[in-house]
């Protein structure tokens, strides 16, 4: 059947990225042979329309259009291999058929849009078909899935074999009288935008009835413009609706698109939730249910979940049973879903949302051809190359950013924008002037070609810099399995100035961190969130999210540390020791009163509970004495119930490591915990001593020097306190000796008093005996800083 | 207390039930408990009445019919069907369409959604008797699936049909209906198998005979399953692969479960005479708001996950903590239901591993119950009973 003389222009009404549409045009086109196809979509596309038979195109793509200097500023039209649009243009330019878009140009349809921003979010198309009206219809006749309704009644009918351009009659009519109901003929007044579209498609309509005739033009549109192609209005009244509309100019050009992005815009048209579903029913010649089970099998059984060819047979059978109790001629989407659920996943959704996530969405993944224009992406970054005069070499060199200054910090957040891209121009590289401050960044740039290919491939995510970093690091976020890949993704954004990625990354980490059971994750998390909590500081981001987390994330820690120590091995306990250690700088970080309290009352639970290995126990009753939060005997009681002789020498010395590593000052001030540590190490049988000896040394060995021979000079000169006679007399002054040398303190007066400028109290000093106490000379170590001030405090 | 006694022993009264073992009264005073098939043979004989559709061989009702009579509904002639089954319409739909086809039903669940209730109710439609019931223990042996022998005859006559007890799933097979296996997962493996054959081939041979019984269309199966004690005797994957699984869900919304959880708990204080309670309900809530959050592993508001602890915090279970609160409320209390009646049993419910759980209990209570507007009373209670 070729054109058909006074049938008028074939108007195809279609359900957006609707299979059963496709089909349909498809058989309607083949049958009429139109000269011309009018689609729907901006006139500007026109020019890249070739690209679109291009061998190495493959769907899903979008036709993207932006406005020149505003790449933020932008419209996708998707089109997937069962969109009927894309079947048709398809169709066309295999036989040289010339294809016309013919909506409102982008350049009105841009700049209207006004106050949207956000691109790509929302396509215009989402706007002017608000409502699927095949939806409407297939709802009113009780049935939820619309592509189940048209294939039902339009397709099962027999009409196709019939008239393939029957369908289309029945639609315009229905259409007619939804529009109808909704407002007149011209659809809803209320809907400005409609109307100039219309009115611009009508005119473009117009234009090619009279060059090629009446019965030679098609057209693709949704469905709900049908009606008003053929509402009859006057070539003036059309113009003057478009007369004055905004205008900008714009560049149009195709991208990849995924199954995943049709699924979540589902605002174009007609709510794609089930693309993958959508194609295999356009793809599968005949079968489509069996074809399906076969393919769920196949991807369950790649899963490594057994399911046979009985299974199959079964889940064909369940599906067309319920479909017959559900009262349709086929199984839908629907059907199949329950009978795979109840016969293949054991009644699981686990198994299921695999198959929903990579064959009912699926993981289609677009390709465009290299030769099609470039990204905007590429323009927003030369754009902003330009105005941070940072130019692109191909010499390497290296680049020092001083944060305080505005310019330094936005080339920064470009670099760290591009790094997460995947385009790493500049390598973080450790500055000549080391790594003081947080203010200072040093990278190392270079240029390489195959950069331009990767900003091409970043395209993908968005139309400008800020904005592909922003969608990257959100699906990173998703995606991100364990906790510390969060931290530091969080960490990243904070640096690269990505606000808007900040909360979905929190929300993962929220997630991630709740959902973790292992203590040791949380605390290697918390360090580098809590160190982002501070650089936010620095970098003036709003961080109030970030703590949130952070704090959250160490309520977390001190809630399953304790249970988290009970029952390690050496190994597992010197790892958490670690951990203790790095949970403790963070918090103490974090500034927060509440939480520090909650903190210290953990450390003390754990230094006390004996059930903890003693490396732990030894740590957390160190910590607590650094921050001053033992009582003067308590650390000396600690130690004694740790170094007793009913403990296991083997956990006292791993004690002593845990409270002793990292600086053994400690003991050359306090020469109590000396002497317990000397008691209990003379006190060590023979054979034990052999086994604890490597762990001491590993303690001692990582001391400096000068400590280490004071301590053994202090050892040398024999116990001057602890258990023997006389020490009760001056136990109240902890860690110094016993007895006063009353004779060597005073010598030091004299110069103390010039030191500090004034003059000889004679009978005053009313502080002495205590003073002198304090001042009672040490000569083989530092004077106490504290002793000194002291002696001010007292005059 | 007149009120009282004529609900408990008046009227039939065709509430809407969700939980399992509800227990339905009846007008016949003779039974406690009458099967469902008794309990609504006025509704079933309406819908079998106007039910035109095509009925499988010895079907009772169409399986339109049989989803509707569990799912409820109004019927051309103007008798209203109540609904047996409230929850998800694609389970009943599963459920009754697996019937259909000659696959086994497996309904599968944790305590409490309704296992048993549904899987009579599909025995009472479909073959119009829910009798023939093998109730899985520990102990159940091979006789109660298969046969047995009365050894009287046995010993008397030898081997032969006479003497052959049948069990449940062979009367069935003979007379085509639906048989019921109760607790599969505690049927001691060995026994569970010997469904294979019956499930697989449709036969159950009878040695001893030179014999066997051929299962007749209209045949099928239903299994009732605690997905939780998996541990038990996991089915045989042979066997699993007979079956359809539909899991029937915990209550969709919390208005739904406090509801039930409400209900239930006023018909147990009635029965155990405690002193009514008043304004318990916001109680209730919060019991099922905490039971809700860390089964789903995210508050209500859905912005915070949580982790889940081991116990299976069914919706039984929240009756049964919110009834212990009730009696402490009553014997000792002032007589108001208060957060400090509750927590002891929120604890027992929650914490069912010593280690992990409490860790988890105590990360709820810090980070979700702390901050919580209106919960402080309640905050303070349970950290008074986990410390």
């Known amino acids: 059947m070729t054109t058909v003389p006074g049938a008028g222009p074939l108007l195809m009404g279609v359900r957006h990225h609707g299979p059963g549409s496709a089909r349909a045009v498809l058989a309607a086109l083949t049958a009429r042979e139109p000269k011309v196809l009018l689609v729907e979509g901006p006139p500007e596309a026109d020019a890249v329309v070739e690209a679109a038979a291009h061998e190495e195109m493959r769907p899903p793509v979008a036709l993207l259009a932006h406005v020149v200097d505003e790449p933020g500023r932008a419209a996708f039209w998707p089109l997937a291999e069962f969109s009927p649009e894309w079947v048709a243009i398809r169709w066309a330019l295999a036989r040289g058929v010339p294809v016309r878009f013919f909506d409102l140009p982008a350049a009105h349809s841009l700049m209207s849009e006004g106050s949207e921003e956000s691109a790509g979010e929302e396509e215009p198309e989402a706007e002017g078909v608000r409502l699927d009206p095949l939806r409407v219809l297939a709802e009113a006749a009780g049935h939820d899935d619309p592509e189940r309704w048209w294939e039902d009644v339009v397709e099962h009918r027999g009409g196709l074999s019939a008239d393939p351009c029957a369908p289309f009659a029945v639609l315009a009519d229905a259409m007619a009288a939804l529009r109808e109901t909704r407002g007149g003929p011209l659809g809803d007044p209320g809907h400005r ?377 050496a190994d597992g306990a010197a790892e958490m020791r670690g951990h203790v250690d790095a949970a403790h700088r963070a918090i103490v970080l974090l500034e927060r009163d509440e939480l520090l309290a909650r903190w210290r009352a953990v450390l003390r639970t754990l230094a006390e509970r004996d059930r903890v290995p003693g490396v732990v126990r030894g740590r957390c009753a160190r910590l607590l004495l650094d921050d001053g939060r033992l009582e003067d005997d308590e650390a000396a009681r600690l130690m004694g119930l740790a170094l007793s002789p009913g403990t296991e020498p083997g956990d006292a010395a791993a004690w002593i490591e845990g409270f002793l590593a ?93 030191l500090l400028g004034t003059r000889p109290a004679g009978s005053a000093a009313p502080a002495a005996p205590e003073d002198r106490k304090n001042q009672k000379d040490r000569k083989d170590t530092t004077e106490p800083a504290g002793t000194a001030r002291k002696a001010v405090t007292a005059r | 207390m007149s009120v009282v006694t004529c609900k408990v022993m008046g009227e039939p009264e065709p509430a809407a039930c969700e939980g399992e073992n509800v227990t339905a009264t009846t007008s016949a005073p003779a039974a406690l408990r009458p099967h469902a098939e008794d309990a609504f043979a006025e509704e079933l004989k309406a819908l079998e009445a106007v039910d035109d559709r095509p009925r499988p061989e010895r079907w009772r009702l169409s399986p339109w019919a049989v989803a509707t009579y569990l799912l409820g509904g109004t019927l051309p002639d103007g008798t209203v069907v109540s609904p047996k089954y409230v929850g998800p319409r694609r389970i009943v739909e599963v459920a009754v369409t697996t019937l259909a086809t000659d696959r086994a039903l497996l309904l599968l669940g944790v305590p409490g959604t309704a296992k048993t209730w549904v899987s009579e109710h599909l025995a009472a439609a479909v073959s119009g008797d829910s009798t023939l019931l093998v109730q899985g223990t520990a102990g159940t042996a091979e006789e109660a699936v298969r046969y047995g022998w009365n050894y009287a005859q046995l010993l008397a006559k030898g081997p032969s049909r006479e003497a052959l007890v049948p069990s449940p799933v062979m009367r069935a097979m003979a007379d085509g209906m639906i048989a019921r296996v109760e607790e599969l997962t505690r049927i001691p493996a060995d026994v569970q198998d010997t469904l294979i054959t019956i499930l697989s081939e449709k036969t159950l041979p009878i040695p001893e005979l030179g014999e066997e019984v051929q299962a007749v269309r209209g045949f099928n199966l239903i299994a009732t399953a605690n997905d939780r004690d998996k541990g038990v005797n996991e089915l045989s994957s042979a066997l699993r692969r007979r079956f359809n699984t539909v899991v029937l869900p915990l209550p969709e919304t919390p208005e739904a479960e406090v509801d039930i959880v409400a209900r239930r708990v006023e018909q147990i204080g009635r029965s155990l005479d405690l002193p009514a309670v008043p304004d318990g309900i916001d109680e209730i809530r919060r019991v099922v708001t905490v039971f809700r959050e860390l089964r789903d592993g995210v508050t209500t508001d859905g912005r915070t996950k949580l982790k889940s602890p081991s116990g299976t915090l069914s919706t039984a279970e929240a009756i049964s903590v919110v009834t212990g609160g009730l009696a402490l409320a009553a014997h000792f209390g002032d007589g108001v239901l208060r957060a400090s009646d509750v927590a002891a049993g929120i604890l027992g419910a929650v914490v069912r591993d010593p280690a992990a759980d409490r860790v988890i209990w105590q990360e709820y209570l810090e980070a979700v119950v702390r901050e919580r507007e209106g919960w402080k009373d309640f905050y303070r209670a349970c950290r008074e009973v986990s410390a």
Request: proline letters at 6%; a neutral charge.
């Open chain 1, 662 to 754: 990292g600086g053994g000052m400690l003991l050359a001030h306090d020469e109590r915990l000396l002497g317990l540590v000397d008691t209990w190490l003379t006190g060590i049988p023979g054979e034990s001593f052999t086994d604890v000896l490597p762990l001491l040394r590993r303690t001692f060995a990582a001391y400096e020097p000068g400590v280490r021979r004071t301590v053994g000079e202090l050892v040398r000169r024999g116990p001057t306190g602890s258990g023997g006679p006389g020490a009760a007399e001056w136990e109240a002054v902890p860690g110094f000796g016993t007895g006063l040398d009353g004779e060597r303190a005073d010598a030091v007066l004299p110069t103390l008093r010039l």
């Open chain 1, 193 to 569: 935008r409609d109307a100039v579209r219309e009115a611009h498609m009508r005119l473009r309509l117009r234009e090619a009835r009279k060059e090629f005739g009446d019965d030679a033009v098609a057209v693709v549109c949704g469905a709900w413009h049908v009606p008003a192609l053929t509402a009859r209005t006057t070539v003036t009244a059309d113009r003057r609706l478009l007369k004055g509309l905004p205008k900008a100019k714009t560049e149009i050009t195709w991208v990849p698109w995924t199954h995943e992005r049709l699924a979540r815009h589902s605002g174009y048209g007609a709510g794609i939730t089930s693309p993958g579903w959508y194609g295999h029913l356009f793809s599968s010649p005949d079968r489509p249910v069996e074809r399906w089970m076969t393919k769920v099998a196949r991807l369950l059984r790649e899963e490594d979940i057994a399911v046979s060819s009985a299974h199959v047979i079964e889940a064909v059978r369940l599906a067309d049973t319920l479909a017959a109790l559900r009262g349709r001629p086929l199984p839908g989407l629907g059907e199949t879903v329950d009978a795979v659920r109840a016969v293949m996943c054991e009644g699981s959704d686990v198994p299921l949302a695999l198959v929903h996530d990579r064959l009912i969405v699926g993981d289609a993944l677009g390709e465009v051809p290299r030769e099609v224009p470039a990204v905007p992406l590429q323009r927003d970054l030369a754009r902003t190359q330009r105005s941070l005069r940072l130019k692109p070499e191909a010499r390497e060199r290296e680049l020092d950013l001083d944060l305080r200054g505005e310019n330094d910090t936005a080339r920064s957040r470009l670099l760290h924008r591009l790094r997460l891209l995947g385009v790493d121009w500049g390598e973080p590289a450790r500055g000549r002037t080391g790594t003081t401050g947080t203010f200072r960044e040093t990278w190392r740039l270079c240029w390489r070609p195959e950069l331009s290919v990767r900003v091409a491939e970043a395209g993908v995510w968005g139309t400008t810099v800020v904005g592909a970093a922003t969608a990257k690091a959100e699906a990173l976020a998703r995606d991100a399995e364990a906790l510390a890949e969060v931290t530091e993704l969080a960490e990243r954004c904070l640096l690269a100035g990505l606000g808007d990625a900040l909360p979905v990354v929190m929300r993962a980490l929220a997630d991630r961190a709740a959902l973790d059971a292992d203590v040791g994750h949380l605390a290697q998390a918390l360090p580098a969130l809590v160190r982002s909590v501070r650089y936010g500081d620095v970098r003036g981001t709003d961080a109030a999210a970030l703590r949130e987390v952070a704090e959250g994330l160490a309520e977390r820690v001190c809630v399953g540390l304790p249970p988290a120590c009970a029952g390690l091995d």
